[in-house]
């Protein structure tokens, strides 16, 4: 079946590092990728995403390609923010009902 | 545009007894999904619901059920709850022929005492 690795946390940085957070997975076919991002209290919301290989998600500074060759899908930025302190989830889309796969999610920490 | 809308925000309830969660969707997109995201376990999916029909579940028991109105939204209930249904469900629409993009409501926090 479809599973979703991603790099264990905690991620301790300081406000203006560069920020990787990997991400690889396994699935049949070719499926969907996405990153979602929960901040305290609240439900997940879309961060990117890549629907084939070699596309490049990116949005509010943040970046991930879809990476067939390796199964991968990395997060980065490079000059990260107190305000992006969070969860990050990894996931994957796959088959005809288009459920999600999760990640177990990395919990970021930008301290100033 | 609305987002994804959840109710209750909490739910507290005692063991054996029966929840009911809401969700609305984006307008115009007709799948619902249901995940259950429990302390350590991570976001598990629950259930699939599209043109009100029951599409897809997953590894969950029957006592979690729910239905899809003709308006699209969607309604959770969870039976004969037990102290490890506590968690926070998350409801998430998909715009059918519009992609695989899922975008997630707030979320019902249900803790069962």
């Known amino acids: 079946g479809n599973s979703v690795t991603q790099m264990e946390g905690p991620v301790t940085l300081s406000e203006e590092a560069f920020l990787t957070i990997n991400c690889t997975y396994t699935?049949?076919?070719?499926?969907?990728l996405f990153w979602y991002v929960q901040y305290p209290g609240e439900g997940l919301q879309l961060l990117l995403k890549?629907?084939?290989?070699?596309d490049k998600g990116s949005n509010k500074g943040f970046e991930a390609t879809y990476r067939k060759e390796t199964t991968s899908f990395h997060l980065e930025k490079g000059s990260v923010q107190v305000s992006d302190s969070a969860v990050y989830f990894c996931?994957?889309?796959?088959?005809?009902?288009?459920?999600?796969?999760f990640g177990k999610g990395t919990l970021l920490t930008v301290n100033p | 545009e609305a987002g994804v809308t959840q109710s209750p925000t909490h739910l507290i309830k005692t063991r054996g007894q029966q929840a009911t969660l809401r969700c609305s969707p984006i307008?115009?997109?007709?799948?619902v999904y249901w995940y259950q995201q429990a302390l350590g376990l991570g976001l598990q999916f629950l259930l699939w619901?599209?043109?009100?029909?029951?599409?897809n579940r997953g590894n969950f028991p029957p006592r979690f059920s729910g239905r899809q109105f003709p308006n699209y939204s969607s309604e959770l209930n969870v039976n004969a709850l037990e102290l490890e249904d506590s968690a926070l469900y998350l409801c998430?629409?998909?715009?059918?022929?519009?992609?695989?993009?899922?975008?997630f409501g707030p979320g019902t926090r249900l803790l069962v005492l």
């Open positions: 998430a629409s998909r715009l059918a022929g519009g992609g695989e993009t899922q975008y």
């Open positions: 699935a049949t076919g070719y499926p969907s």
């Open positions: 996931a994957l889309s796959g088959g005809s009902n288009y459920k999600l796969t």
């Open positions: 307008s115009g997109h007709t799948s």
């Open positions: 890549a629907t084939k290989a070699d």
């Open positions: 619901y599209d043109e009100g029909e029951e599409r």
